[in-house]
């Protein structure tokens, strides 16, 4: 880079290029001004050089996936490469999966000093699912969703340069939008560079701490770092002295994981062992599983209340693997104890930074804390402790048991737990005694913990729920896993995480757990068309009604198609798709053809799925009886119109699968006998 001074003041434009056999483009965009310009190399078309180096020496240019692909691109087209030189290099870099390091050697290239470029397929939080720049769209609710005109292998013609124009131009305001909305993540990212003279604009939050721990033990110990070699083997756990159980059963289980082995592969990698795979801990009225990263209890489909008798207590252990790092001492022992020393200073001005309400320090240094933790596991990095990276979580998830154990042994019900935290039914009578219990074990390990009240806890799973605390007498709504909100505009970029899909169901499902909102109410009084939408990938792409719609697709429900989308590469049913109609281009206005009874049926199957009482609101105020079937199967069965359930006892798994409805037993189908003999 050009500077050192990462936030010093360029104009900001974004950048993307077109590859194919006989074509070659590249595009920019004025952040500012709007102002586009598109550079094309073709036949009797050369590209204009000069004017791109010129963009270049001027502007900060921001790309999506620049590092791995389009700056490469950028540079052997500036060597003066032809068109199908550099389709075959787009090939080795796309479809051969070249490392670019390697592509540049290759080449000859190198990226020059004047390039101020940041790449923000990393900085993005969604980076680990490694979404396309199409499903970003979906997830930022872009202006228009749009997949290339020509597949890659085929030739522009003269009559396609437009519609690639076209397209090339959508790609950039799709990057811009993206540039906006990572815009605090990238300042973030800008003042850390500064400050720790590392250019750290385009690594994601993991290699952000890995840059920043290997440049201050380096500097600590004057001596370069570098990535340990890989030595496959076996290790047991040894856990710390403050490990204990009370029951048998519990100090069975860890005498057992005491004598595990182990195993890590020849790439680095550390196995389950078969033993933890299989375990299954009971606790009281819940079972828990462990794993290789955390610890999961296994409800499903249940809802828990505080009431008059009994109160809700979220317990969450503060800085939980950063903890026990330090406790235990935890260091790689290729890079010896200046990793924790350094570590710790980091961990100390952090927490002085958030008792002083320096929030974009503290944020900066929460990054690195967690990330370093991360690249334990990783081989390819300088931070790598195979060995470490399990005492640490194995350690975390047995003294999270060790709590659990001595709580359900005084008979208070633990209903739900994860890696650093758990959630307790507690008497309200008996509420010093559950919190002496919770000091006396922060005491015997040296960690702390934070508490949270809850007026209802509402789970999928252990992964997917909804919770509804309170916080100074104000109702505070947590969202995790499948309920929490996509789109632009959430606190840490988090709805870049998650593909859209018919979001108005979980907010009106909260709107009735907050307020008592009738769930027919939120839904017909939303205006937000984006909230009624769902954005998937489909391998292959998907044809409707004989039209191909694309791989990356936008939809609504609607009430004038009750066809569906089908695979392109086999013609099978895409999942839930019955009656969805695509909006590739955004709409402002709420379509008039919007199906509000599909997004009500869907609310209620939430409701369903969190262990609600929920009632399928086609069969309100309905009696009598009906010929039904259900989905993928040909029986027909006489139906209770008011309960939804057959005379023989079979029923929906959920409101989601509708009876089919008969007048009389269809053709090439046979009546449920079981129903016929009820009948009678």
């Not at 044809?543 to 791989?551: A, H, L, M, S, T």
């Amino acid at each position: 880079m050009m500077s050192t001074h990462y936030n010093q003041g360029r104009p900001e434009c974004v950048c993307d290029t077109e590859c194919y056999v006989d074509y070659w483009s590249i595009g920019f965009r004025n952040i500012e001004t709007g102002k586009q310009v598109v550079f094309e190399q073709f036949e009797g078309n050369p590209l204009d050089r000069k004017s791109i180096a010129r963009i270049f020496r001027k502007f900060r240019v921001f790309t999506f996936n620049g590092i791995n692909y389009d700056i490469p691109m950028i540079l052997l087209a500036m060597s003066g490469a032809s068109n199908g030189e550099l389709k075959a290099a787009s090939d080795d870099l796309i479809i051969g999966g070249t490392p670019y390091w390697v592509f540049l050697d290759r080449h000859g290239l190198s990226v020059p000093d004047f390039f101020d470029h940041i790449d923000l397929m990393q900085v993005s939080p969604g980076a680990p699912q490694m979404p396309s720049l199409k499903i970003y769209a979906g997830r930022m609710h872009s202006q228009r969703m749009q997949e290339l005109p020509l597949q890659p292998d085929e030739r522009v013609l003269p009559n396609w340069l437009e519609p690639i124009r076209d397209y090339h131009g959508n790609d950039l305001l799709v990057t811009e939008d993206m540039k906006r909305e990572l815009a605090p993540q990238i300042d973030l990212r800008c003042s850390m560079s500064d400050e720790y003279k590392v250019d750290l604009r385009s690594k994601s939050d993991a290699q952000i701490a890995e840059a920043i721990m290997k440049a201050e033990i380096e500097k600590m110990t004057g001596r370069r770092l570098y990535k340990p070699e890989i030595e496959p083997g076996l290790f047991k756990y040894v856990p710390p002295d403050f490990i204990r159980f009370e029951t048998p059963d519990m100090q069975v289980m860890l005498e057992r994981i005491r004598q595990v082995k182990f195993v890590v592969d020849r790439a680095g990698i550390v196995k389950m062992p078969e033993y933890l795979k299989d375990l299954e801990i009971n606790l009281g009225h819940s079972i828990y599983r462990m794993g290789l990263g955390g610890l999961h209890s296994s409800e499903t489909c249940v809802s828990h209340f505080s009431d008059d008798e009994y109160t809700l207590r979220d317990r969450d252990v503060t800085s939980y693997y950063p903890n026990i790092k330090m406790i235990l001492g935890l260091y790689p022992k290729h890079i010896g104890p200046a990793y924790m020393e350094v570590y710790r200073r980091i961990y100390e001005r952090r927490v002085a930074a958030k008792r002083a309400g320096q929030k974009n320090i503290a944020e900066t240094l929460k990054i690195v804390l967690n990330g370093a933790f991360g690249k334990l596991g990783s081989p390819y990095s300088v931070l790598y402790s195979p060995e470490w990276m399990v005492r640490t979580t194995i350690t975390g998830q047995l003294a999270i048991l060790m709590l659990i154990e001595r709580l359900e042994g005084i008979g208070m019900n633990v209903v739900s737990a994860n890696t650093d935290g758990f959630v307790t039914r507690v008497p309200r009578a008996r509420m010093s005694e559950f919190t002496m219990t919770a000091l006396d074990w922060e005491l015997d390990t040296g960690f702390n913990t934070e508490e949270t009240e809850y007026l209802s806890l509402h789970s999928r799973d252990v992964n997917s729920y909804i919770a509804i605390a309170t916080e100074k007498g104000k109702k505070k709504v947590k969202l995790k896993g499948a309920y929490t909100a996509s789109g632009p505009g959430h606190p840490g970029a988090s709805g870049l995480k998650k593909n859209p899909d018919m979001d108005v169901c979980v907010d009106a499902v909260v709107a009735l757990l907050t307020e008592g909102t009738p769930i027919e109410d939120s839904i017909e009084w939303c205006m937000d068309v984006r909230k009624f939408l769902t954005v998937r990938r489909v391998k292959g792409g998907a044809i409707k009604d004989d039209e191909f719609i694309g791989k990356a697709i936008r939809w609504y429900y609607s009430t004038e198609t009750r066809s569906g989308f089908t695979y392109k590469t086999n013609g099978n049913a895409v999942p839930r798709t019955i009656g969805a109609k695509p909006m590739l281009e955004l709409q402002r206005a709420l379509p008039a053809d919007l199906d509000y009874d599909y997004y009500v049926r869907e609310a209620y199957a939430i409701l369903q799925d969190i262990g609600m009482n929920a009632v399928d609101p086609s069969l309100r105020g309905r009696s009598g009886r009906f010929f039904g079937r259900l989905p993928k199967q040909k029986n027909i069965h006489i139906v209770d119109a008011k309960t939804g359930v057959a005379l023989c006892g079979k029923e929906r798994e959920s409101i989601r699968d509708p009876w089919t409805e008969y007048d009389a037993v269809p053709a090439g189908h046979r009546m449920c006998s079981k129903c016929r003999k009820e009948e009678l």
